[in-house]
């Protein structure tokens, strides 16, 4: 069974870092391209980031290059979004998962939401 | 950047009927688009890539259609699983966007 689970949520103020981990099973990451997806309360998704197999192409929205980086553990079969210079505009929840190429989204974590508030 | 739009934002179909979503992109993204199911308090689920093709598992009343700019997500006979809230992305350019959602509730 395909299980993709975000922890590393909360609430931090803003300017912090927060990072986030996704912790997957029923498959190996390495040989798919994994992304970060985060939907704001009451919005449509956005898609964040993204991480070929290989490692060689990695996106990001606008909105967030610069200050967020995706990464992968192969050992750990996890996947991990470090975020800095967090502001309002980053509250979401943040979803996990696992696409078809770099096309669309096949598997999703259950979220991980980041509240980011003084 | 391409902008999708869902229409409408909110429809209203009593079970055992069928539902009609529209999405629009603001330039061609070809066949390069998928919908997606939301339920309250969940992640979306995939229900349709490639504008028409339907995952394994996903029921058949779920069907797509379309191309370039003007797409259709139809669901025959509601069932109250079904309820939900659809969004549609493409994926021919990057940035991958979404649409807003289309709320699906009971009459």
């Known amino acids: 069974e395909v299980q993709l689970v975000e922890s590393g949520g909360g609430l931090i103020q803003p300017g912090g870092s927060l990072r986030l981990s996704c912790e997957v099973s029923g498959f190996t990451i390495s040989e798919y391209s994994m992304n970060w997806v985060r939907q704001a309360p009451g919005k449509g998704p956005e898609w964040v980031s993204g991480l070929s197999s290989a490692r060689n192409t990695i996106y990001y929205a606008d909105s967030v290059r610069g200050r967020f980086t995706i990464s992968r553990d192969d050992a750990k079969n996890s996947l991990y979004l470090q975020m800095n210079s967090l502001g309002d505009r980053d509250t979401a929840v943040y979803y996990c998962?696992?696409?078809?190429?770099?096309?669309?989204?096949?598997?999703w974590g259950q979220g991980a939401l980041v509240t980011v508030s003084s | 950047e391409i902008l999708m739009t869902q229409s409408p934002a909110t429809l209203s179909v009593s079970p055992g009927e069928s539902a009609t979503l529209s999405c629009r992109a603001s330039q061609t993204v070809k066949y390069n688009l998928a919908w997606y199911q939301q339920r309250p308090g969940q992640a979306p689920r995939l229900l349709i890539y490639?504008?028409?093709t339907r995952p394994t598992g996903i029921p058949a009343r779920f069907s797509g259609s379309g191309s370039t700019t003007e797409f259709t997500l139809t669901i025959s006979s509601l069932q109250s699983e079904d309820f939900a809230i659809y969004f549609c992305q493409q994926y021919y350019s990057w940035p991958y966007t979404f649409g807003q959602g289309t709320q699906l509730e009971i009459k």
């Open positions: 998962a696992r696409s078809s190429g770099f096309r669309f989204l096949v598997d």
């Open positions: 490639g504008s028409s």
